[in-house]
């Protein structure tokens, strides 16, 4: 009988130990889903979200009855147990629902430069582990790249030729990853970690300007293939590992950091049916730089040497591309909806039996619907076209054409048809360059003539490469946008916008001239002559020269003018109260000039206004302020420069 004791005894222990165990085991689920959805609450909460306040509630709940639980487990961890299981499901759905709400909701940065851009937590590897002061502060660097991406795109859109241009370093391509990115996440809505993208790239300006990249690479690729036979449409790629800690996901190296810890960039140049040059760009895990069986073709740029990292980082794409066509995960947030350029069955089909149909019915329709790839863009081309020809189609094509498009215009919408491929983001002119304001001629003849007087200002002898350029930019840029306007209906504007055209290019080829004086150097004897001629302060000089020391070799005999202008700008720096200041004192000075004055005396002060002037147009070229003293001072420059060549002759 004691031993029957002593064996119940063991036994009764033994089941208490596991309800203990499977407790704890089911806590620590629950815990985690609580923890999950506190943090979900506290993103929600800061986003000012209408619903912040329901999840808190429940999160309130759910740390009660968790609490309640452990206090009852020391007495009957049996009951502790079925008491957390019962609200084991509902701690895990509310997590849920919290995490894809707090994922999926936008926050709003103020980008440089002006305008607004939405972040979103997956585009940020590792933010939901920082702290306050980390996410505030990554969100501000992001910030400050998509601004950069900005204006880098802007200067690649409507800028001089980009043979001109220099050559993009990765942290320029990153940044224009970025705002591309945001731009194609403002037309879904919604964020997404892994999908495909197309923009519009008129003359292939885009595609061009990646490929003067010193880091890119051909490379194979298993999207779009019709398209690769194309000139220029062979993939290419740019890598970017250092972006992220591979082993821990975090954040290493923000300068080239690409959206959503990706580690490569896929580019390819493509046409729609119509004839629209567009740029295909999908982010991916692994690079393909890695393949004995690629041939590069004559137009595809050189490629970047290989690296011991390329071979196994290419077997692991390889890998991926297997698991994406047998179905298998990737890694891939389940949250959020995938964008990729695959046509949807539920219209590749209906377009395979329209055409069986019309093959039977309509031979004439057959022959212009069977063109090219089963593509969104092509069936719209090709149901265009059948419209256009007016060819005779039977009642059961025209149905199933009308099924195909309808189905198209409801899935994706009727206003990318043309540009579509697949389930991918089409970004439109209006999402890349900005939606266009109405405006009436009126308005639209005085941006215009504002133009004009912009395009007056500048000179060759005044102005950097960087301020022409970026004038150049602005000018065209805002051409573009009034052109997307109604306004462009009234014959004086289009007339007025024709004469902006002709000095846009006389200013574009101003800047090429800029670029090629560009390339030229001075003889460092004249050195100090060049200080004061570009208007480098006195009081900088030898600050100027220190800086031109640490960059460049003081035994050369030469020195770029592209290493003067990069010392220039970090070491010339003037406010503008003080510019004003100096202006107006040269223009006190060039008053007070007379005939009877010696010409060297005259000189002096001539060429004193000159070196103001371009000191004023280096240091603060946006200063509406300094622009018209600069006016003041150029107007009344114009008499003493001609007495000065009458003295010189007489």
């Known amino acids: 009988m004691p031993k029957t004791i002593e064996a119940f005894k063991r036994a009764f222990q033994k089941k208490f130990a596991s309800n203990e165990k499977n407790f704890e085991v089911r806590k620590a689920k629950v815990d985690a889903a609580v923890t999950e959805l506190a943090g979900a609450v506290a993103h929600l909460e800061k986003l000012a979200h209408p619903k912040a306040g329901e999840y808190k509630a429940e999160l309130q709940k759910l740390r009660t009855a968790v609490a309640n639980a452990t206090a009852l487990a020391k007495a009957d961890a049996k009951t502790a147990f079925k008491n957390l299981d019962a609200v084991k499901d509902e701690a895990r759905d509310q997590a849920k629902e919290a995490r894809t709400l707090a994922k999926k909701t936008p926050m709003p940065v103020q980008v440089p430069g002006g305008g607004e851009a939405k972040l979103y937590m997956p585009d940020i590897p590792g933010f939901g582990k920082m702290d306050d002061g980390k996410k505030d502060k990554i969100t501000k660097d992001l910030a400050q790249k998509i601004g950069k991406g900005r204006e880098m795109l802007d200067t690649v859109l409507y800028g001089d030729d980009i043979d001109d241009l220099p050559p993009p370093s990765r942290e320029d391509v990153a940044n224009l990853m970025w705002a591309i990115k ?122 970047r040497a290989l690296t011991k990292e390329d071979v196994p980082r290419a077997i692991l794409h390889l890998g991926n591309l297997i698991k994406s066509k047998l179905g298998m995960s990737q890694g891939e947030d389940k949250d959020l909806k995938g964008f990729r350029e695959k046509v949807a069955d539920s219209v590749k089909d209906p377009y395979k039996k329209a055409l069986d149909l019309a093959k039977k019915g309509s031979p004439e329709a057959y022959a212009i619907l069977k063109r090219g790839e089963v593509e969104v863009n092509q069936i719209a081309a090709n149901i265009d076209a059948v419209a256009a020809a007016k060819v005779p189609v039977d009642e059961k094509t025209y149905a199933a054409l009308y099924n195909v498009y309808d189905t198209i215009a409801k899935t994706w919408g009727q206003q990318d048809m043309d540009a579509r491929y697949g389930g991918e983001v089409v970004v439109d002119d209006n999402a890349l360059k900005g939606k266009p304001e109405p405006v009436d001629p009126t308005e639209a003849l005085a941006t215009i003539s504002g133009l004009v007087a912009a395009i007056d200002r500048l000179s060759f002898d005044y102005d950097t490469t960087k301020t022409l350029r970026a004038t150049l930019v602005k000018i065209r840029k805002t051409a573009d946008t009034l052109r997307r306007t109604p306004a462009m209906q009234d014959q004086a504007v289009v007339k007025a916008m024709a004469d902006l055209d002709a000095k846009a290019a006389d200013l574009a080829e101003l800047v090429k001239r800029r670029v090629k004086w560009d390339k030229g150097s001075i003889d460092r004897g004249t050195l100090t002559q060049w200080m004061r001629r570009n208007g480098v302060p006195r009081g900088l000089q030898d600050s100027f020269s220190k800086a031109l020391s640490r960059v460049h070799d003081a035994k050369l005999p030469t020195i770029p003018l592209a290493t003067l202008d990069s010392v220039y700008d970090s070491v010339v720096v003037i406010k503008e109260e003080a510019m004003l200041g100096l202006l107006a004192s040269q223009l006190g000075r060039v008053e007070a000039c007379q005939h009877t004055d010696e010409l060297s005396s005259l000189r002096s002060v001539y060429e004193d206004c000159e070196s103001a002037i371009r000191l004023a147009r280096r240091a603060l070229p946006d200063s509406k302020a300094v622009n018209s003293a600069v006016l003041q001072l150029r107007d009344k420059m114009g008499p003493l420069g001609r007495l000065i060549k009458q003295m010189a002759e007489a």
């Open 182 to 303: 945001s731009k194609a996440q403002e037309m879904t809505g919604e964020p997404y970690e892994r999908g495909a993208l197309t923009i519009p790239d008129p003359d292939n300006r885009l595609r061009k300007y990646l490929d003067k990249s010193m880091e890119v690479y051909g490379r194979d690729s298993s999207h779009l293939k019709e398209q690769q036979g194309k000139t220029g449409g062979q993939a290419r790629g740019i890598d970017f590992y250092e972006g992220v800690n591979e082993e821990e996901g975090e954040i290493e190296n923000v300068d080239l950091l690409l959206p959503s810890g990706m580690r490569t960039v896929l580019y390819q140049q493509v046409e729609t049916a119509k004839g629209e040059s567009r740029l295909y760009l999908k982010m991916e895990t692994e690079s393909a730089r890695f393949n004995p069986a690629f041939r590069k073709r004559d137009e595809t740029p050189e490629s």
